[in-house]
């Protein structure tokens, strides 16, 4: 049986993917429509995005479900087709790995509001929808619920809830980070701080503490996230920075940073002991296959080391 992710993780780092909805812009979908329903209507290019992540060397696709619950899918009048877009979602992943042996995160996304009383939407409700969907990606064969782009800890937990109630085995949290105007340090629009989120986490029996998105969250500081997380908690940590900072170029969304640049980040995040390292918006397969040799690179200078020392200590 292959390993549950949080202890595949504890052995060796794994490589994540890139983005996602960046990447069905550039497939043609525009700026407003559903993205989700694409696994229904389009699932040969979702399947296309996916293959090349896996042919770029990802361990690790992310569904394309982000806004697969039934309260963002009705603001697209796509309510009634919750089970059938996530199960698509878990089913095109499988599929983008064409046999090999990697993981398939099914993504729960935030629902888009705010709870009562700031907002509209009661727990219930809330609560309803993520485990509708949780047990959709589940039932489909999910390895792991990722409930990511959190702000707010309430939300967070009715996802990890939702996740436990679906029976998924892995469970990760994923919060969305903004650097605070004094450039001083970051926490999510909420007010949550990595070190709070990551108790709370632990607390409340995820698996894996990760970051995502955010803004300004670069990844020198994606590196200090995994640090405060690090002596928060001994879970293994995953983190997926965008790729710099967007800007409207031609009414096209650009985002700055090339793979050159971000994966000069990298083996700092590995060192701070990060678990599974990918990217949000704005990247690409182009991002993931550099990230993949300067990773392959470290790991295989950390075996040498390794293999050093054990034969020091057999010369005793
Ligand atoms: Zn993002």
């Given at each position: 049986?292959?390993?549950l992710?949080q ?23 525009e ?108 039932d ?117 940073e ?8 990298l ?50």
């Amino acid at each position: 049986m292959k390993m549950l992710l949080q202890d595949a993780i504890r052995k060796r780092p794994l490589l994540g993917d890139g983005a996602m909805g960046t990447q069905l812009m550039l497939a043609g979908l525009e700026q407003g429509n559903c993205g989700e329903a694409w696994n229904l209507t389009h699932p040969e290019r979702v399947l296309a995005i996916q293959r090349r992540y896996v042919e770029a060397g990802s361990d690790c696709l992310i569904t394309n479900t982000f806004g697969g619950s039934r309260i963002m899918l009705n603001r697209h009048s796509e309510a009634d087709r919750v089970v059938e877009v996530n199960k698509a979602g878990v089913e095109i992943a499988r599929q983008a790995f064409n046999g090999k042996d990697g993981y398939v995160l099914g993504d729960i996304g935030p629902f888009g509001g705010l709870l009562q009383p700031f907002g509209e939407f009661t727990e219930a409700q809330v609560r309803s929808a993520f485990e509708e969907q949780a047990k959709a990606l589940v039932d489909a064969g999910a390895d792991a619920i990722i409930i990511e782009t959190q702000t707010s800890l309430e939300e967070l937990l009715i996802g990890i809830e939702a996740a436990q109630a679906a029976g998924s085995k892995c469970i990760i949290g994923s919060m969305a980070y903004d650097v605070t105007l004094d450039g001083s340090t970051f926490r999510t629009m909420m007010g949550v701080d990595p070190e709070h989120a990551a108790e709370f986490m632990e607390q409340h029996g995820a698996h894996i503490v990760a970051l995502n998105c955010g803004t300004g969250m670069e990844m020198e500081r994606a590196r200090d996230a995994v640090e405060r997380y690090k002596q928060a908690t001994s879970l293994p940590v995953m983190v997926q920075p965008n790729a710099g900072k967007p800007s409207l170029i031609n009414m096209k969304i650009v985002y700055d940073e090339t793979p050159e640049q971000m994966v000069k980040g990298l083996v700092p995040l590995l060192k701070a002991g990060a678990n599974i390292v990918g990217s949000c918006c704005g990247s690409t397969p182009e991002h993931i296959r550099t990230f993949r040799k300067v990773m392959d690179e470290f790991l295989a200078a950390k075996e040498i080391e390794g293999d050093g020392g054990l034969r020091e200590s057999q010369n005793l």
